[in-house]
Nanobody
């Protein structure tokens, strides 16, 4: 019923930037929460940042000051601007959306930060 399509991942050198985007397949739904999680090999999936429809945010301490989340409610799209990337940011980044007690996950996009 709902598909989340991610783009923007890739390989970047330490200190560089990437911008991720995630768009819901249908504008018929609105999501109270949209955002991003990430999972590195051998590690648990963790919160990166989320945003509600009215702009409230929640983010991990490890990315504060470097990553910025934003969303376009009319387009049902959420973005993650990642600056000052570090090798420890290397992970698969997953889009997440929630409404009316149901959560949805994207397929994930690989972000690799080289030293």
């Amino acid at each position: 019923q709902v598909q989340l399509v991610e783009s923007g991942g890739g390989l970047v050198q330490a200190g560089g930037s990437l911008r991720l985007s995630c768009a819901a397949s249908s504008s018929a739904f609105s999501f109270a929460i949209m955002g991003w999680y990430r999972q590195a090999p051998g590690k648990q999936r963790e919160l990166v940042a989320t945003m509600t429809t009215d702009g409230s945010t929640n983010s991990a301490d490890s990315v504060k000051g470097r990553f910025t989340i934003s969303r376009d409610n009319a387009k049902n799209t959420v973005y993650l601007q990642m600056n000052s990337l570090k090798p420890e940011d290397t992970a698969v980044y997953y889009c997440y959306a929630w409404r009316v007690g149901l959560g949805y996950w994207g397929q994930g996009t690989q972000v690799t930060v080289s030293s």
